[in-house]
């Protein structure tokens, strides 16, 4: 039987959110029914709600990433039982079998990943609803242990934030010795830091914002490079080998290139569309230079970054705030007036009006 269940929803572009009510799917042999108590506020649930990709269906629900508490399972759940610490990030559902799908790249579903809101049920075609809301019901295969020492609020963000800016990591292989530059410092920028330095990495923030030096080696910056500073550049070329570029919006990545070492690669995980000024191709061919993306992880490998989280003790810097303040927390998250991540305390929508 389905759940009607309190969430916090947006019913158009332009409307603010509000408390909403709804049915989540009954539970199948194979789910695992959730309790959320923190919910990350992502960049991508701004964007979603205002339509800004232009693919939105209101009533719409957001939130990716999601920390909550088993309370039921279904008959055929091996791997969960009521109690559990769990997590689920940006997707439900794949076709699992696929060529993507096969090699546990989820996220590159060839048919398309079921997203975790604003998106349909592969079974029943009913509309998938996000983690503002009190429960939530995910296929056992796509929910996520949360490691015994970890934080949960500090833990959200790594469901979405935490697991881009990883997955590019391990998959240009950094570790000791590798040198690694991260572009911007906000939610994906502040866990690429903390990340990259965990693996054992030199790392060096690039931003245009001279005040962030003390907070970006509190992070784990060993430098810190104005990228408006033609100097500070210079003295950086041909350094790095990976350059995370976590910029939301479109910008020039054409003065990044110099510094890359021969056969780098400046991959993008926070801008999607195309780029503009153009980008020149000349320094690629001549260095074995690489402009390439990533986005988000399988679920084998977001299980491997929280099991790394919990080795190393790394969750996000956040601010919790109530489900009631989540336009104002949009509004700032707009103006980068967050540190580095909002988290919503679930329990708060128990007194939502």
């Not at 603010?16 to 695992?32: E, I």
């Not at 990495?201 to 931003?207: G, I």
Request: a negative charge; one cysteine or more; proline letters at 4%.
């Amino acid at each position: 039987m389905t759940t009607n269940v309190r969430s916090y929803a947006a019913h158009s572009p332009t409307s603010p959110l509000g408390l909403f009510r709804f049915d989540r799917r009954s539970p199948r042999d194979n789910d695992v029914v959730i309790e959320v108590l923190y919910c990350g506020v992502c960049h991508s649930d701004v964007h979603n709600v205002r339509n800004d990709w232009g693919n939105a269906n209101y009533p719409m629900v957001p939130g990716h990433e999601i920390i909550g508490r088993v309370v039921d399972v279904g008959a055929q759940v091996t791997r969960f039982k009521a109690g559990d610490r769990v997590g689920v990030g940006c997707m439900v559902d794949s076709c699992r079998h696929c060529a993507a799908c096969g090699k546990g790249w989820e996220q590159y579903c060839e048919s398309g990943a079921t997203y975790t809101y604003n998106g349909e049920d592969r079974i029943d075609g009913t509309r998938t609803q996000g983690g503002y809301s009190e429960t939530i019901v995910v296929t056992q295969d796509f929910v996520l242990k949360v490691p015994d020492g970890l934080d949960l609020a500090g833990a959200a963000p790594l469901l979405c934030a935490g697991i881009t800016t990883y997955s590019p990591l391990r998959h240009w292989k950094v570790g000791a010795g590798s040198k690694v530059a991260v572009v911007g410092l906000g939610g994906l920028g502040h866990m690429g830091l903390k990340l990259a330095k965990a693996m054992g990495a030199e790392v060096t923030l690039f931003t245009r914002s001279p005040g962030k030096e003390a907070d970006a080696r509190r992070l784990g910056a060993d430098q810190v490079v104005l990228s408006t500073d033609e100097a500070q550049m210079a003295e950086v070329a041909g350094r790095f080998d990976l350059i995370i570029d976590t910029v939301p919006y479109v910008h020039d990545v054409n003065p990044y290139m110099p510094t890359l070492a021969i056969g780098g690669t400046l991959v993008l995980v926070g801008y999607l569309g195309p780029l503009d000024p153009m980008l020149n191709s000349a320094p690629l061919v001549m260095n074995r230079k690489a402009v390439a993306g990533s986005l988000i992880g399988g679920i084998a490998e977001t299980q491997e970054m929280l099991d790394f989280c919990g080795q190393h003790g790394i969750t996000s810097d956040i601010e919790v705030i109530n489900i009631q303040d989540i336009n104002e927390a949009y509004e700032r998250l707009l103006k980068s007036d967050v540190k580095y991540r909002f988290v919503i305390d679930m329990a708060s929508l128990k007194d939502a009006a």
